[in-house]
């Protein structure tokens, strides 16, 4: 069965400092791997994705992640934060649409 | 392009009474619609997805049931409401066939009282 554990609930981070938030995952075959970010009392927004491209996936809003099999890692991080990255981070494992499995979550402060 | 609609936004409801949530698509064709519940301070627990019209799969034992009366239409509902109800309740849909992403609704609040 596939799963993802995020480790760290809550991250906090001072303005401009990097952000690393990190995601292992378990999948007995090949997986995708998504970051998806919420923010308060709304719906879930895509970040990036991996399907097996390039191992260093570019996203929306400045955030990277690297896949690392070797690892079986898939953390995602910005090199500078900004207050506006404040919110709930979600990793999530599929190897097809009707299975895909979330992480509990990584909560994110940007400290001014 | 695609659109995800649910409603209502918030609800309150009083614990036995009964739940009618629903979620349409726009822009796309024959999608594959979730179910997903975000309880405080957890993740998102998936309750039911549908391939087509009329195919449900439930994926936890519950009070709550799902249907699919059209093809971008997906309803969620309960006889009677348990406190434990109570979360943010997110539809998703993506493409029927494809490996790639879910996207999502804005979520519906459902506090029971």
């Known amino acids: 069965a596939q799963s993802v554990t995020q480790l760290g609930s809550h991250v906090s981070v001072s303005e401009g400092a990097l952000v690393l938030l990190r995601c292992n995952y378990s999948s007995s075959v090949p997986p995708y791997l998504f970051w998806y970010v919420q923010y308060p009392n709304q719906g879930l927004q895509l970040l990036l994705k991996y399907t097996s491209a390039a191992t260093l996936v570019k996203g929306i809003n400045g955030f990277e992640a690297e896949f690392k099999k070797s690892e079986t890692s898939f953390h995602l991080t910005k090199p500078s934060a900004h207050m506006s990255d404040a919110a709930e981070y979600f990793c999530?494992?599929?190897?097809?649409?009707?299975?895909?499995?979330f992480g509990a979550g990584t909560r994110l402060t940007v400290k001014p | 392009s695609q659109t995800i609609h649910q409603w209502p936004a918030t609800l309150v409801q009083p614990v036995g009474s009964p739940l009618s949530l629903e979620c349409t698509v726009e822009g796309t064709s024959n999608p594959n619609l979730y179910w997903y519940r975000q309880a405080a301070g957890r993740g998102l627990q998936l309750l039911f997805y549908?391939?087509?019209?009329?195919?449900i799969s439930s994926e936890v034992p519950q009070n709550l049931s799902a249907s699919r009366p059209q093809d971008r239409q997906f309803i969620l509902s309960s006889k009677k409401l348990l406190l434990s109800d109570s979360g943010f309740y997110l539809c998703?849909?993506?493409?029927?066939?494809?490996?790639?992403?879910?996207?999502f609704g804005p979520g519906t609040r459902l506090t029971v009282t």
């Open positions: 549908s391939v087509g019209i009329g195919q």
């Open positions: 999530a494992v599929s190897p097809n649409n009707n299975d895909m499995r």
């Open positions: 998703a849909w993506s493409q029927w066939g494809a490996l790639d992403e879910q996207y």
